[in-house]
Each structure stands twice: as C-alpha cells, then as structure tokens.
Nanobody, 124 residues
C-alpha cells in the first residue's frame, strides 16, 4: 500500500512562491505516475499537474502552465510542485496522487493513492 505525505503549504502573498513536496512510501516509487490536484472550498477536486515515472514527460492544467513546475526525485521517493507567481485563485488544498501505469491522466478517478492534502492560501 502506497502512502503519500504532502508538505510545504502555507500562506503567501500574491506574486510569491511556494514549493510543495510529497514523500511516498510503501511502494515502488519509480513505478508510479505522480500528480498534484487541488480543491478550493465548494469546488470539485481539479487536476494541476502530472509527471511520468521517469520524469521525462509532464502535463499541466492551462491555468498554471508557465507558473508551476512538477518534478520528481526517484532516489528520494519524492515529487515536488514549484509554484511561482501565485494568485489568489490558486488558494486551495493541494493533494498529491499516484497511479500505477504509464500515462499521465487528468482525472481523479484514474489515481489509486492520495495524500491528506496541504493548504495553500494566497492573499491579495
């Protein structure tokens, strides 16, 4: 059973940056496609970014393209989300997710494992 633990959330002013981390345990990390989702109050959980097992391919939702960067370190069993030029609309709980397989996919139903989430709040 894969366990995921996020960290790095917090309060930041608009225009600022944060780096989220997600540490995985209990599975073969380099066999997992990793992703970040986010959920704002009253909204559904939405795809943010995903990365293939070897880190060579990534995918982003349009709203974060060019501002966020997903990366992974397979030696440390960790995936990261670097968030720059943050906006108040980025305020949400950010969840790390993992799936066995090859392709990056943008829907929650495609992911097998989830972390508990970390709060990101961007003030205007």
């Amino acid at each position: 059973q894969v366990q995921l633990v996020e960290s790095g959330g917090g309060l930041v002013q608009a225009g600022g940056s944060l780096r989220l981390s997600c540490a995985a345990s209990g599975g073969t990390f380099n066999g997992l496609v990793m992703a970040w989702f986010r959920q704002a109050p009253g909204s559904e959980r939405k795809f943010v970014a995903a990365i293939t097992r070897n880190g060579h391919n990534t995918d982003y939702r349009d709203a974060v393209q060019g501002r966020f960067t997903i990366s992974r370190d397979n030696a440390k069993n960790t995936v990261y989300l670097e968030m720059n030029s943050l906006k108040p609309d980025d305020t949400a709980v950010y969840y790390c997710a993992a799936r066995t397989g090859i392709t990056v996919l943008p829907t929650t139903a495609d992911y097998d494992y989830w972390g508990q989430g970390t709060q990101v709040t961007v003030s205007s």
